[in-house]
């Protein structure tokens, strides 16, 4: 089964930082990689698909990049609405689609 | 606009079934692959269960296989869980979300609010 690691678990940043999550794959993935980002007590929202395309409607201020083993999503400019948990999922076992751990981003 | 509206969560014992259903509106339901996937209190996303627009596929991640059941009426517009031999580990939040296909893959377009399951005695 493909693992997927995200760093950091946990992160602190401030409104306007430019903030950078990392999602590893334990094997190569070609570009079958979602960002989700989920807010407490709601339901998760597809972010970036296919490693980095821009899902409709979601600020351009996210961004994500990669493939095979190693992606990123990066948020340009922290807004506050953006404080959430982020989650990664690999798709290249499709419909069995596993998720990273998250990476929880709080107000510095 | 796309709604999913799940229920059927609840209270249930160790060892007891429950089905948790997925209302569909806004879109063809018919037209599309449908999942669930559950979040365990304070824990991480776990992708469930597929089911192909048709019914003739169908997936289960390995720690529900043989004991969940996913189905759906496309002339009801709903997507259902039967989920059989609870076990504590299973208490969750679970979803029902959407499928978005492309290019060889699929995405959770869209999500439902989710439905809460606790097992306990």
């Known amino acids: 089964d493909i693992q997927l690691t995200q760093s950091p678990s946990f992160l602190s940043a401030s409104v306007g930082d430019r903030v950078t999550i990392t999602c590893r794959a334990s094997q190569g993935i070609s570009s079958y990689l979602a960002w989700y980002q989920q807010k407490p007590g709601k339901a998760p929202k597809l972010l970036i698909y296919?490693?980095?395309t821009l899902q409709s409607g979601v600020p351009s201020r996210f961004s994500g990049s990669g493939s095979g083993t190693e992606f990123t999503l990066t948020i340009s400019s922290l807004q506050p609405e953006d404080f959430a948990t982020y989650y990664c999922?690999?798709?290249?076992?499709?419909?069995?689609?596993?998720f990273g751990g998250g990476t929880k981003v709080e107000i510095k | 606009e796309v709604q999913l509206v799940e229920s059927g969560g609840g209270l249930v014992q160790p060892g007891g079934s429950l089905r948790l259903s997925c209302a569909a509106s806004?879109?063809?339901?018919?037209?599309?692959?449908m999942n669930w996937v559950r979040q365990a209190p304070g824990k991480g996303l776990e992708w469930v269960s597929y089911i192909s627009s048709s019914s003739s596929t169908i997936y289960y991640a390995d720690s529900v296989k043989g004991r969940f059941t996913i189905s759906r009426d496309n002339a009801k517009n709903s997507l259902y869980l039967q989920m059989n031999s609870l076990r504590a580990e299973d208490t969750a939040v679970y979803y029902c979300?959407?499928?978005?296909?492309?290019?060889?893959?699929?995405?959770?377009?869209?999500w439902g609010q989710g439905t809460l399951v606790t097992v306990s005695s």
């Open positions: 296919a490693a980095s």
């Open positions: 999922q690999q798709l290249n076992s499709y419909p069995r689609g596993t």
């Open positions: 979300a959407r499928d978005y296909y492309y290019d060889s893959s699929g995405y959770l377009e869209d």
């Open positions: 806004g879109f063809t339901f018919s037209s599309y692959s």
